[in-house]
C-alpha cells in the first residue's frame, strides 16, 4: 500500500468527493462531510484493492484508446449493415480464445474490449485465468477472429503491462 498523504487510493477519494458534492449539493457541511467520505471508504476498503498495476507505456494507452473508439464505430456500422441486410443469416460462434495476458487488469482490460465492439461479448473465463469464451455474431473464420484480437488489443495491452 503506498499511502499519498494517507489516503490509499487519491484518484478514487478525489472522484467520491465529486460525485457527493454533484449529488449532495456544495455547502459547507457537505464538502467536510465530502472529505471525510472520501477519506474513511478508501482506508476501510483498501484491503479488497488488488495491487496497482505498473504501466510501462502509458502514451501507448492513448492510442489503445483511440484504436478501440474507431474500431467500435466501424463494427457498428458493420453490425448494423449485417442486421438491415435481409440476404444472409449471420454465423454466430462461440470461441475460446487462449490469452497471453497474465496481469488481471489486462484480462479485464481485453475482455472489456471486445465486450464494448459491437458483435463480439466476452461471455467467460476459465478457472485459470487462461482462456476466454467469446461470443462473435458474424464469423467466417475463427482463427482469423482470434489472430485480429491478438494482433489489435491483447498485444497493445501486452505492451502496456509488461
Known sequence: MNLRF????????????????MLAGASAGNVVLGLVLAWLLPLFTQGFWPDNPAIHKPWKLVWYVLKVIVDIVVASITVARLVLSFRREPNSAFICYPLTLEHPLGITMLASTISLTPGTVSADISDDYKMLLIHALDVTDDEALMADIHKRYEKPLLELFS
Open 6 to 21: 494517507g489516503l490509499p487510493q487519491p484518484l478514487l477519494s478525489f472522484t467520491l468527493l465529486l460525485v457527493w458534492l
